[in-house]
DNA sequence: ACAACGATCAACT
DNA sequence: GTTGATCGTTGTC
């Protein structure tokens, strides 16, 4: 599918690349560990809405709810692919990057431009963190349905393939990243999926299957 | 009320 | 491979 950001002042498009799936409350690296807190609330509501969350008190991240309403769970949005208002991204991750350097002036702020300049295309939105900085979309956007084919942001089919054009054999599985705290069994399980090989996944992904 | 801790990223060595 | 930045959420007192 295809990450869309669309109003009066553009449109953003990306191909998704990688996700992990964080399942109901017996899986202890989901925030559905938690059962239902006001941060969360909307994982155990229907499908298809967003469930943005604030990590390391720094960055976004962009969840899809997915299973029926009573069953908290979601997939996070890991890696895009830029593909249409790739300068709009660029001036987002700006604004996310000066924000990580909120305290410094001149020199920080130019060092990130720097850095964003010899950013390839292909590498603006290569993790969980970077995927929302481009799409400028915050903790405020938790809760709009993104499947609703007029809405701001939305998941859209691509329009030249079908669902199942991506084989399984193309398809890189392995554990999910940063959740060594929910012990073996969970931190274990093989929900990270990408595109095997793509150069827009955050990081190599082991047993390509 | 308060302390601890992340579904991260980039700059270090 | 290690570590700092930075703050809302959660669990404890």
Redesign the pocket.
Known sequence: MRLVREDETGRREARIVEL?A?GGPEDL????R?GS????RVMAGPPGIAYV???????D?L?VVTEPDGRPS?V?IRAVEPLVGIERMRADRLTV?RR????RTGPGAA??KR?LDATPDHRLAT????VAAAFGVD?AWTGIDLCDPGGPLRLERDPAAPLDTVSPERIAVGP????A?AGEDWAGRPWRFSIAGHRSV?RPNPGSG
Not at 29 to 32: K, N
Not at 37 to 40: A, E, I, L, P, V
Not at 100 to 103: D, G, I, M, S, V
């Open positions: 992990e964080y690296a989901s925030h559905a938690f807190t006001t941060r969360n969350y604030l990590v390391y008190g720094m960055y991240c969840n979601a996070l990057d990580r350097r909120a305290a060092a990130a850095r993790g969980p963190g970077l903790t999910r990243v940063g959740v705290y955050s």
